[in-house]
């Protein structure tokens, strides 16, 4: 298996009649998928998502690709393939479109909807063309040929791209429940007479790699919902993703058949199901579904919420439930459901959401004590039967961390695709197919964008550090006039903290020092502002860890009079 | 089941012959255990542990209960029993002993030696009284008797405190493996015997409350080692608890087998197992454990380092292998055990771990792909058999978060202990047990103290407010000199930032404003420095809301010449 080089340098000139695959996001993480195709000149480009931050990104709204490597060939660009419409695979959309609006965007019916409602958001008119599996479009030099996936929404593709250089074929995300909800399986027929055909590069999900066996039906989750719906007294409220259709559909054939009436709670939820209603994703029996507001006309037993914060995000309906801070009070015999996953990096505040449920009196069901989740990616023994059926000439596992890639690609050598036709490419790594065969060619940049508030890419690494040590140490400022004649204080020092749990008033041991060491610099005629600022620096420093064994962000600042 | 009441006051004075159960943490959080026990005036304290920061409390060192309900009754603690020596039981003590140096520590073997170290490094020599199972002491008026339990450390012990107001029993952590390594059980005949006699009130470990069925025996372990050893090739790297003596043992078993030698890595590993080994606890073969700075000589396939880091702490050794900041420089072919849980929130630095060393050439195995770990404390299945058993005529569930504790006062009610016999308490909340009923009393002062460096309890709620503020957004900070008998700006406004993601040049439009504002209240006659502070404030604050939608804090201030 061919890793990069941690040192790799930028990619040659693409030779003539290659293929270049550059991953720019989801390639040493999960989130953020985007892959640039190339070929003779032309872009086509495989989603283009966002990334959630974690605590390492602190104040931060979302991450995307960093898009500086097409940026100057935003002409070349052909089109951008939706594969579905998570927003790990859409989010990036609008700030792409942003730099060029009329690049048209390829989907399904769903995925398009969902991003089209994104988009009006930000008063974006795309340009689209629809698919659906089994067409096919050619999209510049790149002869696309879209196959139907199963996945934790509906309506996903996979797009199989034939070029000169030979056939492509990213699946998206993808998994194969073999008694999916709605019928449409993962078409391992179409990706069987695509193997027949010969499958030069495969790039394949590894979210889930490193899990044995197979995920469970979703139509499994449908008992345990009938047991709860069967038990429960009270009223019972759902936690659910925003796009997951299916689950949602299973959640309103409880309602109905114990009697219940469902409302939806939180604006993503309305619109989401508004959408997948309106396209025929989601069948709701007339009257079932009721506004929020009509809720407290019907006797407990008979209401279902529907809302999302299944990721204990604070500003979510559910935390606020949980924190009494909502017009939903809690009582003793609710049923609350989280029925999702728990991305990790979340179980600090999705257990803080369960605690508080919990002590106002809720009966809490979630992932880690009853079925009411599966994954929505393919686990080990679905993806070995995929390479079986696939038989790829080259493999390069995408979405995942690297921990993912590699159990990804071990699954594929066991398969039979030989060790040096495996990539393990990470993201900006530039993946050449010439003449049948994948070889790491080089590296573009490809590092975090981050956005925050209202603007993109503002705030940079550096920000990011001065907010980790904040956060951690708070900071000191102290301020001081100087007479630049003399260098002799005419006001100050004067001491503030945030954060370093120093109280202003405890400063007073160390002004003498800042004096003494300043009366001293004026002496040897140090009078210049910035050698001023660096005496106190050190002076403060020093106390603060001597004192208090703390390291605060400490601002001198000297101004001049 | 009795729930405290948000609102609950404080309790009134115990009523003569009751005994008052008051847990200062572990109730609602999982760590810092601290049960107070009172009997005629007199105190005994169960376990005195700390607990590790979340992300809510950025740049903590330790959380610690708090002492303020005790603080003036020093003198009526008979002493401190310690169950077990883990960090959660014992890491309180040198904090409390600062406070009283006197007060008896009453625990086993082992116990006393791991605390002893600890007490070492905060330059204490306690007084100690060792014990162990089956023995019985009387305390004060507290009569002790200790039984052996079996957890994730050796020698550790539940107590049964006889009163004349009845007979107490608190089971400190543990689980029931019913072939132990050590041989040394959880003695379920002990238990049934106190259960004959009477057990008044049951406190009980709820860590594994939620889990069905029974945590698999320790030494299954052994054999997914064995095969792991058997097709490594290179080097082996274990990071495991440095507590976790049973764990070890099996390393070095396993490393005895296959023909290697250890090394410990890192002081507490280091410190702890040569403990365990003077005193027995630990068998290592003469001449299996070498120094570290010997390895070189070694060939790789003769090498197993075991070091901490399991958690993904920044500053452990497994880190900074990751890192290639540490001189065990991690390569293609090494093989990497976390033999450890992954303790909920430590998710993302775990995973950073485990994809560096991946990434590097590693191979990892964890807890997420292989059967390298069991669990401490007992799950549901094995909490039924000891209620069967014990029989409680109360029930207090400890050692839990709010989910934790409910779900394990469900098993009780399960096993027949009456509804209204089960206490649901928490942190601060006084239990009382008169006449043979526990009932809730009221509520002490039991908020998290912090250590934060050198100092306890300096740092605050509101400076942890202000952390995560700036920690999320950074801080402006506007420096004006103003003379203050006209109002007028002397010098300034100086405009800094950091963490904000605003450049220092970019502050250049909002300073006219600024001018604008001081000098029209300067016409108006305002030239309090206060006031002109809050202008600024707000000035500033305006233009970034609408500027960048964000909310750095704003710290003006005006110094007066």
């Not at 270049?20 to 985007?34: A, D, F, K, Q, S």
């Not at 695979?89 to 730099?99: K, M, Q, S």
């Not at 510049?140 to 309506?155: A, K, L, M, Q, W």
């Not at 990096?345 to 979630?366: D, K, P, Q, S």
Request: aromatic content about 4%; overall charge negative; hydrophobic content about 40%.
């Amino acid at each position: 298996m061919s890793h990069p080089h941690p040192e790799l340098g930028p990619p040659p000139k693409l030779p003539e009649g290659g293929l270049r695959v550059t991953p720019l996001g989801g390639l040493g993480e999960i989130g953020r998928n985007m892959t640039v195709l190339e070929y003779g000149g032309r872009l086509l480009i495989v989603d283009c998502g966002v990334l959630f931050p974690e605590e390492e990104q602190p104040g931060i709204d979302l991450i995307l690709p960093d898009f500086s490597s097409i940026r100057d060939r935003l002409d070349d660009i052909e089109g951008i393939v939706l594969t579905h419409g998570h927003e790990d695979h859409i989010g990036g959309v609008p700030y792409l479109l942003r730099e060029k609006p009329d690049i048209p965007l390829i989907g399904s019916k769903l995925t398009l909807a969902l991003l089209e409602a994104k988009l009006q958001e930000h008063r974006i008119r795309p340009y689209t063309l629809q698919v659906k599996e089994g067409h096919r479009e050619r999209i510049g030099p790149f002869d696309c040929e879209f196959v139907s996936v199963n996945h934790s929404i509906p309506d996903a593709l996979a797009v199989a791209v034939r070029t000169p250089a030979g056939m492509v074929v990213h699946t998206g995300d993808f998994k194969m429940d073999q008694l999916p909800l709605d019928g449409r399986l993962t078409d391992l027929r179409a990706f069987a007479r695509l193997g027949e055909e010969g499958i030069d590069l495969l790039l394949s999900d590894s979210t889930n790699a490193e899990v044995p066996g197979f995920v469970a039906p979703e139509r499994e989750i449908s008992g345990v919902l009938r047991q709860v719906f069967a038990r429960a007294e009270k009223r019972i409220i759902v936690a659910s993703f925003a796009s997951h259709v299916h689950r949602i559909q299973q959640i309103v054939d409880a309602a109905h058949e114990h009697g219940r009436r469902i409302a939806f709670v939180g604006r993503s939820m309305v619109r989401n199901m508004g959408i997948a209603r309106d396209l025929g994703y989601l069948r709701v029996p007339a009257g079932l579904v009721v506004d929020v507001k009509t809720l407290d006309d019907l006797p407990d037993h008979e209401v279902v919420l529907v809302c999302t914060g299944s990721q204990g995000e604070p500003m979510a309906a559910l935390s606020r439930m949980a924190n009494r801070d909502h017009q939903i009070r809690i009582v003793e015999g609710d049923t609350v459901i989280l029925a999702s996953s728990l991305i990790p990096g979340n179980e600090n505040a999705v257990y803080r959401v369960i605690n508080g449920l919990t002590r106002w009196g809720a009966n809490v069901v979630h992932k880690g004590n009853a079925k009411v989740h599966v994954s929505g990616h393919a686990s080990a023994g679905e993806l070995l039967y995929f390479y079986n059926i696939c038989q790829p000439r080259n493999l390069m596992p995408v979405h995942g961390e690297w921990r993912h890639l590699r159990a990804n690609a071990e699954l594929g050598a066991m398969t039979g695709v030989p060790a040096e036709r495996i990539v393990i490419a990470e993201d900006g790594v530039a993946v050449d197919l010439v003449d049948g065969k994948a070889k790491i060619a080089g590296k573009v940049q490809a590092g975090y964008v981050y956005v925050d508030g209202l603007s993109v890419g503002d705030v940079t690494e550096s920000s990011l550090k001065d907010r980790r040590i904040l956060g951690d140490e708070g900071f000191i400022s102290v301020l001081l006039v100087v007479d630049t004649s003399t260098g002799k204080i005419v006001s100050g020092p004067s001491i503030h903290s945030r954060g370093s749990g120093i109280e202003d008033s405890d400063f007073a041991t160390v002004i003498p020092k800042i004096n003494e060491v300043l009366a001293r610099s004026a002496q040897d005629g140090v009078v210049e502002a910035h050698q001023l600022q660096q005496l106190v620096r050190r002076t403060v420093g020093k106390w603060v860890s001597d004192t208090y064994r703390r390291r605060p962000m400490i601002m001198p600042v000297v101004m001049e009079v």
